[in-house]
């Protein structure tokens, strides 16, 4: 089984504690968020192939992947860095920063225990098609030689991310673009950044994006299997089981909880509202079983050990 740790919410940069604690209990609990039943997922050593960590601050979980490491878990590190302005990002610390973090991560742990993701791609009046184009080959360039592998998608505005988004740009003075660019638009910026991203020792993937992959610009698989394979140095095996139409990514379960995240970023499809999922980060508990506990929880820890962490 491999563990995504997690596309809901910022573990490593926020909830490492937790995390390390849950896998040292050899198991964690989680709140399916379409139907809120609860699961019990095993996290012992002989039930985990590997983990998948997404992040955009990994250095403050450096320190814990050590102990990850010696623990026997195969890891690698979706890291994403787009060097955004406050604007969007609010609570993401400066791009030179992550930067070195995602260096040092590459020097500890070699580069195929890094994944560089430029996403999500979003059209504003500070981000237009030229700026993502100029910032990510300013980052192509830093990072050329700490990973070998850059993933791109460009934003779902979702009715939430719409209010967001709107929200913030009344308070910082920037426009949007309430409607996506045309997909011929979005297809050249991939080419391009493909061009870019091979120029300095990398392949570029699109994630669950199929229409814009061209030329060098493919389909990426984020929870992949076969480099989970070189990072361990033994076959990990996965079906492949994609969250959405287009999606690549080896079957996983997700360990996270959404409206947990206190990035401030507002185009996220994981935080309905930005003061809640501060709220949650300041109530959060890393002794506890769940990330985010739901209001009742049944009194069985054991329970449905293999329960669908999906979702």
């Given amino acids: 089984m491999i563990i995504s740790a997690s596309f809901r919410t910022d573990i490593p940069a926020f909830y490492g504690e937790w995390f390390v604690r849950r896998l040292e209990a050899g198991y964690c609990r989680t709140v399916n968020p379409i139907g809120g039943q609860?699961?019990?997922?095993?996290?012992?050593?002989?039930?985990?192939?590997?983990?998948?960590?997404?992040t955009k601050n990994?250095?403050?979980?450096?320190p814990r992947l050590e102990r990850v490491a010696e623990m026997g878990y195969p890891f690698y590190v979706q890291h994403s860095i787009t060097g955004y302005p406050r604007a969007l990002e609010n609570r993401v610390p400066p791009v030179e920063s992550l930067v070195r973090?995602?260096?040092?991560?590459?020097?500890?742990?070699?580069?195929?225990?890094?994944?560089?993701?430029?996403?999500?791609?979003?059209?504003?009046?500070?981000?237009?098609?030229?700026?993502?184009?100029?910032?990510?080959?300013?980052?192509?360039?830093?990072?050329?030689?700490?990973?070998?592998?850059?993933?791109?998608?460009?934003?779902?505005?979702?009715?939430?991310?719409?209010?967001?988004?709107?929200?913030a740009a009344g308070e910082e003075g920037f426009t949007w673009r309430?409607?996506?660019?045309?997909?011929?638009?979005?297809?050249?910026?991939?080419?391009?950044?493909?061009?870019?991203?091979?120029?300095?020792?990398?392949?570029?993937?699109?994630?669950?994006?199929?229409?814009?992959?061209?030329?060098?610009?493919v389909n990426a698989r984020c929870v992949d299997a076969p480099r989970?394979?070189?990072?361990?140095?033994?076959?990990?095996?996965?079906?492949?089981?994609?969250?959405?139409?287009?999606?690549l990514c080896a079957e996983s379960r997700d360990v996270g909880a959404y409206d947990t995240c206190p990035h401030g970023c507002v185009y996220c499809y994981a935080?309905?509202?930005?003061?809640?999922?501060?709220?949650?980060?300041?109530?959060?508990?890393?002794?506890?079983?769940?990330?985010?506990?739901?209001?009742?929880?049944?009194?069985?820890p054991q329970g449905d050990l293999f329960g669908d962490g999906m979702g």
Wanted: include cysteine; charge should be neutral; glycine fraction near 6%.
């Fill in 38 to 54: 609860i699961h019990t997922i095993p996290l012992g050593r002989d039930a985990v192939d590997g983990i998948v960590f997404w």
């Fill in 58 to 62: 990994v250095r403050p979980f450096l």
């Fill in 101 to 167: 973090a995602a260096w040092e991560l590459s020097r500890r742990y070699g580069p195929r225990a890094a994944v560089w993701r430029y996403d999500p791609i979003v059209y504003t009046s500070l981000t237009p098609s030229d700026h993502h184009l100029s910032m990510f080959t300013r980052l192509a360039r830093q990072l050329e030689g700490a990973v070998d592998e850059v993933v791109i998608s460009f934003a779902h505005i979702y009715r939430k991310t719409a209010r967001n988004m709107s929200q």
């Fill in 178 to 217: 309430g409607e996506e660019p045309p997909d011929e638009e979005k297809r050249a910026l991939a080419g391009e950044m493909a061009e870019v991203a091979a120029e300095h020792g990398m392949k570029l993937g699109v994630c669950s994006q199929s229409v814009y992959t061209c030329g060098r610009a």
């Fill in 228 to 247: 989970l394979s070189a990072v361990a140095g033994r076959p990990v095996t996965a079906r492949t089981k994609g969250n959405r139409p287009d999606c």
């Fill in 271 to 300: 935080v309905a509202g930005r003061e809640a999922a501060l709220e949650r980060y300041r109530a959060h508990d890393p002794h506890s079983e769940f990330l985010f506990p739901p209001a009742h929880v049944p009194e069985d």
